[in-house]
């Protein structure tokens, strides 16, 4: 876990608006099965119209509001998990270049291209 907070600490404020994003979209299914008992008993029930529609207006805006933090979400772990790629390839370049001629000698340069290109 060290390690991981480690990698991720130079994009906190892309791992934060992540964490936002989930919020939105767990709050917004988490209030949705009590929206709809609420238009049930009290819209359709007690024949309240201004209510429903104001419901019917929230869950519209609830709805708008999830696609976009989805939208969001999924930029933000795109992009984040080509960071930390990048990164994790650039400290393996970065030690490959410390490493002694013998190394190389032993080591085939098909098994390190292999080690850079696969995830």
């Known amino acids: ?14 791992c934060l608006l992540a964490v936002l994003t989930v919020g939105v979209q767990v709050g917004y299914y988490l209030v949705l099965p009590l929206a709809y008992q609420q238009i049930f008993d009290r819209g359709i029930a007690d024949k309240d119209s201004v209510f429903l529609w104001q419901l019917l207006g929230a869950l519209a805006f ?10 969001v979400l999924g930029y933000l772990a795109a ?3 080509s960071a930390i790629v990048n990164d994790l390839r650039l400290a393996m370049f970065q030690r490959l270049q410390g490493l002694s001629d013998g190394f190389f000698a032993r080591t ?12």
């Open 79 to 81: 992009s984040l998990g």
């Open 108 to 119: 085939a340069p098909g098994d390190l291209l292999s080690r850079f290109s696969n995830d």
């Open 62 to 71: 609830g709805f708008v509001a999830v696609t976009i933090a989805d939208l």
């Open 1 to 14: 876990m060290n390690r991981l907070a480690q990698m991720l600490w130079p994009y906190r404020g892309k």
